[in-house]
C-alpha cells in the first residue's frame, strides 16, 4: 500500500541517517595522525617538519605523472634513493642511436647534457670542478623527490615525482643564457609540470626572458631563487635579479622566488630579499639531501649523502 511504502521509505532514511552519523562522528572523534617515513636520515630533515610536510603527506606523498625538470650541474641518475624517481622519455628507444621520437635529441632517455651536448645530463669527471657545484644538481633533486618510505636514505618531499635532470651548468657551477633556453624549452616540450632554477645573474636578456613566458603560457609552474649574497643579502628591489625578476613588472607574475629562512623561521644572513620579486620563503640552511657519487670519480666515491647545505 501506499502508507506501507512511505513507511519503508522513511525507516530507509532513518536508517541512512543514523549511519551517516555514526560515519561523521568518528571521523570528528578520532585523533589526526600526519603520516612518517621509515628513511633512516629523515629525523635530520628538520626542514620537513618547518613545512609541514608530514600533514601534507596525509593528502599526498607526491604523483609519477609529475615531471620536474631540475635545470642544474647534472644529477646521479643512478643513485639508490633517486634512481626510481629519474624522468625516463617514453618516446626514446635505450642506446639505438636513433632520435626516435623525433624531438632533436638522439637517446635522450633520461634528460640532456646542454653543456657536453649528450645524452648523459652527469658532471664531467675530465674536466676542473668545484666540490659543490658537481653535487649541487643532485642536492636539489634530493630535495624535491627523493624516493620516501623506502627504507633508504631520505625522504625527499615528493615520495613519488618524475625529476627531469637538464644540465645547463658546468663544473664550477657556471653557464649561459643560450644554454639555458634550450633546457627551457626542451622542459616544455618533453612534458615537464615545474622547472626548477637555482641560479642568478643580473643581466636582463630578452630571449630567456621570452623562454621562460612560453613555459608559463603552455602551463608549466616555474621556480626560481632570488640568490644568496653574503653580509644580510641585495634588496633586489633595488637590484633585480634574474630570472626570479623576469615577469615582474607584467600583468601576471609568473615565476615564484624564493628566499631562504633559518630554523626559526627569520630570513637567512645570506639570502636576497625585497617584495618585487620574493614569492615565497622556504628552509635554507643545514639541508641534508643526497650527494652525488662516482665510484671511478674518487673525490665522489664514497659519500651519497650530505649535510649543511644553505641557499636559496
Same mark, same amino acid.
Given at each position: #500500500?501506499?502508507? *506501507?511504502?512511505?513507511?519503508?521509505?522513511?525507516?530507509?532514511?532513518?536508517?541512512?541517517?543514523?549511519?551517516?552519523?555514526?560515519?561523521?562522528?568518528?571521523?570528528? %572523534?578520532?585523533?589526526?595522525?600526519?603520516?612518517?617515513?621509515?628513511?633512516?636520515?629523515?629525523?635530520?630533515?628538520?626542514?620537513?617538519?618547518?613545512?609541514? +610536510?608530514?600533514?601534507?603527506?596525509?593528502? #599526498?606523498?607526491?604523483?609519477?605523472?609529475?615531471?620536474?625538470?631540475?635545470?642544474?650541474?647534472?644529477?646521479?641518475?643512478?643513485?639508490?634513493?633517486? /634512481?626510481?624517481?629519474?624522468?625516463? =622519455?617514453? %618516446?626514446?628507444?635505450? *642506446?639505438? &642511436?636513433? $632520435?626516435?621520437?623525433?624531438?632533436?635529441?638522439?637517446?635522450?632517455?633520461?634528460?640532456?647534457?646542454? @653543456?657536453?651536448?649528450?645524452?648523459?645530463? /652527469?658532471?664531467?669527471?675530465?674536466?676542473?670542478?668545484?666540490?659543490?657545484?658537481?653535487?649541487?644538481?643532485?642536492?636539489?633533486? *634530493?630535495? @624535491?623527490?627523493?624516493?620516501?618510505?623506502?627504507?633508504?636514505?631520505?625522504? !625527499?618531499?615528493?615520495?613519488?615525482?618524475?625529476?627531469?635532470?637538464?644540465?645547463?651548468?658546468?663544473?664550477?657551477?657556471? %653557464? $649561459?643564457?643560450?644554454?639555458?633556453?634550450?633546457?627551457? $624549452?626542451?622542459?616544455?616540450?618533453?612534458?615537464? $609540470?615545474?622547472? =626548477?632554477?637555482?641560479?642568478?645573474?643580473?643581466?636582463?636578456?630578452?630571449?630567456?626572458?621570452? #623562454?621562460?613566458?612560453?613555459?608559463?603560457?603552455?602551463?608549466?609552474?616555474?621556480?626560481?631563487?632570488? &640568490? =644568496?649574497?653574503?653580509? !644580510?643579502?641585495?634588496?633586489?628591489?633595488?637590484?633585480?635579479?634574474?630570472?626570479?625578476?623576469?615577469?615582474?613588472?607584467?600583468?601576471?607574475?609568473?615565476?615564484? !622566488?624564493?628566499?631562504?629562512?633559518?630554523?626559526?623561521?627569520?630570513?637567512?644572513?645570506?639570502?636576497?630579499?625585497? #617584495?618585487?620579486?620574493?614569492?615565497? +620563503?622556504?628552509?635554507?640552511?643545514?639541508?641534508?639531501?643526497?650527494?652525488?657519487?662516482?665510484?671511478?670519480?674518487?673525490?665522489?666515491?664514497?659519500?651519497?649523502?650530505?649535510?649543511?647545505?644553505? *641557499?636559496?
Amino acid at each position: #500500500s501506499r502508507l *506501507g511504502r512511505e513507511l519503508c521509505y522513511y525507516y530507509l532514511y532513518m536508517r541512512l541517517f543514523f549511519c551517516f552519523l555514526i560515519i561523521s562522528i568518528f571521523l570528528v %572523534g578520532s585523533p589526526a595522525f600526519a603520516l612518517t617515513s621509515d628513511d633512516p636520515y629523515r629525523s635530520q630533515q628538520w626542514y620537513l617538519d618547518a613545512i609541514g +610536510a608530514p600533514a601534507a603527506w596525509d593528502w #599526498s606523498t607526491g604523483y609519477r605523472a609529475v615531471v620536474n625538470a631540475v635545470l642544474d650541474t647534472g644529477v646521479d641518475l643512478d643513485h639508490p634513493d633517486l /634512481i626510481g624517481n629519474i624522468w625516463t =622519455n617514453p %618516446g626514446e628507444a635505450v *642506446g639505438d &642511436g636513433r $632520435d626516435n621520437d623525433g624531438n632533436g635529441f638522439v637517446d635522450d632517455i633520461h634528460g640532456w647534457d646542454f @653543456i657536453e651536448d649528450d645524452s648523459s645530463p /652527469i658532471p664531467d669527471s675530465d674536466s676542473a670542478f668545484d666540490e659543490e657545484a658537481v653535487a649541487h644538481g643532485t642536492a636539489i633533486a *634530493g630535495t @624535491i623527490g627523493a624516493a620516501g618510505n623506502n627504507a633508504v636514505g631520505i625522504t !625527499g618531499l615528493n615520495w613519488s615525482v618524475r625529476i627531469m635532470p637538464l644540465r645547463i651548468l658546468d663544473n664550477l657551477g657556471e %653557464g $649561459d643564457s643560450k644554454t639555458a633556453i634550450r633546457a627551457v $624549452d626542451y622542459a616544455v616540450a618533453n612534458g615537464a $609540470d615545474i622547472i =626548477n632554477l637555482s641560479f642568478t645573474g643580473f643581466q636582463s636578456e630578452d630571449e630567456f626572458k621570452d #623562454s621562460l613566458r612560453r613555459a608559463y603560457d603552455a602551463g608549466v609552474l616555474v621556480v626560481a631563487a632570488v &640568490g =644568496n649574497q653574503s653580509g !644580510g643579502g641585495l634588496n633586489i628591489n633595488e637590484k633585480p635579479i634574474y630570472p626570479a625578476c623576469y615577469g615582474e613588472q607584467d600583468e601576471d607574475d609568473w615565476i615564484i !622566488g624564493l628566499t631562504a629562512t633559518t630554523q626559526t623561521d627569520e630570513k637567512t644572513s645570506f639570502s636576497n630579499y625585497g #617584495s618585487d620579486c620574493s614569492d615565497i +620563503a622556504a628552509p635554507g640552511t643545514e639541508i641534508f639531501s643526497t650527494y652525488y657519487n662516482d665510484v671511478n670519480w674518487s673525490e665522489y666515491a664514497v659519500a651519497l649523502y650530505a649535510n649543511g647545505w644553505s *641557499g636559496t
